[in-house]
């Protein structure tokens, strides 16, 4: 069973701040995705990466998929308002049986003002 | 439509009963998949179809579970003699890329929030 772990859990900021989100498995993965879900609604893509080592930028958000990809981490800048919700990554494994994505436990972000 | 819709977007059912929850995906996405969300936490993978291929039911927790989906529309869900662990946002997704491509893309619906007394 592929497990992907993300920390912290729960974080609380300020606007204007800077954090950091890890995603951390012990299996390799083909590709890792990132989704942001806001209450009541789908989890929402925001960026998949899928070489070891490659680094994405989205505005404020940069991911980075590790260099064996096991693990990647998700930084935002100036963090705003706007950027409160579940983030989620995923790891893709393809198989004959399809791109199975095994998500993480997510990470719960509230920024205040 | 324009996106993945899902029915009803809440349902609240007493243990023991059967429920039924609807999915319809995007027109043309030959992948849709099932998910199941308790509360503030990650999505686990139920179900899995493709096209006409069997599907992937290996996240199915027990034999209570169970999904159909008519050729490319329209899928349902099942949970029969429902218990209280059941309760659960369960989302539907939708992919064009059939589960083929690393950089495969899911689009959501907004999930249905089961609750069982």
């Known amino acids: 069973t592929q497990l992907l772990e993300q920390s912290p859990q729960f974080l609380s900021i300020q606007e204007g701040e800077n954090l950091t989100v890890y995603c951390n498995s012990s299996?390799?993965?083909?590709?890792l995705q990132w989704y942001r879900q806001e209450p009541g609604e789908g989890p929402v893509l925001l960026v998949t990466?899928?070489?070891?080592?490659e680094v994405k930028k989205l505005k404020r958000l940069t991911f980075q998929f590790g260099d064996a990809r096991k693990d990647s981490s998700l930084h935002i800048t100036a963090a705003q308002p706007g950027d409160t919700g579940l983030y989620l990554c995923a790891g893709g494994?393809?198989?004959?049986?399809g791109n199975k994505l095994t998500f993480g436990t997510g990470t719960q972000l509230k920024v205040e003002l | 439509g324009a996106g993945v819709s899902q029915s009803p977007s809440n349902k609240v059912t007493e243990k023991g009963k059967d429920v039924e929850l609807r999915c319809d995906p995007i027109s043309g996405h030959t992948a849709l998949y099932w998910y199941r969300q308790r509360l503030g936490q990650g999505l686990e993978f139920l179900i899995y179809?493709?096209?006409?291929?069997?599907?992937?039911k290996s996240g199915l927790p027990s034999d209570r579970f169970s999904a159909e989906r008519t050729g490319e529309s329209v899928s349902t869900l099942t949970i029969q003699r429902t218990q209280q662990e059941d309760s659960a946002v369960y989302l539907c997704?939708?992919?064009?890329?059939?589960?083929?491509?690393?950089?495969?893309?899911?689009?959501f619906g907004s999930g249905t929030q089961l609750s069982v007394l």
């Open positions: 299996s390799v993965f083909s590709s």
């Open positions: 179809f493709q096209g006409n291929s069997a599907p992937d």
């Open positions: 997704a939708s992919s064009s890329t059939g589960g083929r491509a690393t950089n495969e893309k899911l689009f």
């Open positions: 990466v899928v070489t070891g080592g």
